[in-house]
């Protein structure tokens, strides 16, 4: 079986879970109304677009309550001040969108696996990512919580997934030959191939399927041709 044909399995991709309804806010918008969409809309954090809908950074809670963190309170300059403490400082004296967003705006597309932005996230530590169309304009938003959904998906379309993509088209499996169990995500192959390369080639696509916790493989091979022949192996002269 040739593995490149992995490539063209259909798993969930970010444009299958994000947002499309995005709420955002313009360079000049003032803090006040920052917040009024923030709870208006009922979200944590909103894009900051200019006239092209390209995303110019992220303006978040965390960016907001720098300013309720130092009300009140006497200002205070130190001689040596570290980075963190400076553009904390200088958010709890931003008025406007374009001073307290964080920028520039760690982004994804709609064609990036859920794999792939979940790495992104860890890697960059944040909480959402934009997503930008080919043009770099803002099409929708995902967050921790949206790249989650995919394990909503029953265990009913799971099999189907496995049977009908894996089984059927990329490995054309015939009929009866391996049986697909899924319970909460977790799947259990079984049955019997000619070959051990199908045997693991089959678990590991298994894995990729959307939704898919785990992956126990019980498949039997008739063959190991994972390791040389060694009555094809030429001596070394």
Do not use: C
């Amino acid at each position: 079986m040739d593995e490149e044909r992995e490539v063209v399995m259909r798993t969930w991709q970010v444009g299958d879970v994000m947002t499309r309804d995005v709420a955002t806010v313009e360079e000049r918008t003032p803090y006040r109304e920052i917040v009024d969409v923030l709870l208006r809309r009922g979200v944590s954090a909103v894009p900051v677009v200019d006239g092209f809908r390209r995303v110019l950074g992220v303006v978040s809670e965390a960016d907001l309550l720098h300013k309720i963190e130092s009300a009140g309170e006497p200002e205070q300059r130190r001689i040596f001040e570290s980075r963190r403490r400076r553009g904390a400082r200088g958010k709890a004296e931003a008025l406007l969108a374009r001073d307290l967003m964080t920028a520039p705006p760690v982004t994804t597309y709609p064609q990036a696996t859920l794999p792939a932005a979940a790495r992104l996230l860890n890697r960059e530590q944040v909480k959402r990512l934009p997503v930008l169309d080919d043009l770099g304009r803002l099409v929708g938003i995902v967050n921790r919580g949206d790249l989650l959904r995919v394990h909503l998906r029953s265990d009913a379309e799971i099999r189907e997934d496995i049977v009908q993509e894996v089984l059927r088209r990329v490995l054309a499996v015939r009929d009866g030959l391996v049986t697909v169990q899924v319970r909460d995500g977790e799947v259990t192959l079984a049955g019997r191939l000619d070959r051990r390369s199908a045997v693991d080639l089959a678990g590991r696509l298994a894995a990729q399927v959307s939704g898919v916790v785990l992956v126990s493989n019980a498949i039997e091979y008739e063959a190991d041709d994972t390791v040389p022949d060694p009555a094809q192996v030429m001596p070394v002269a």
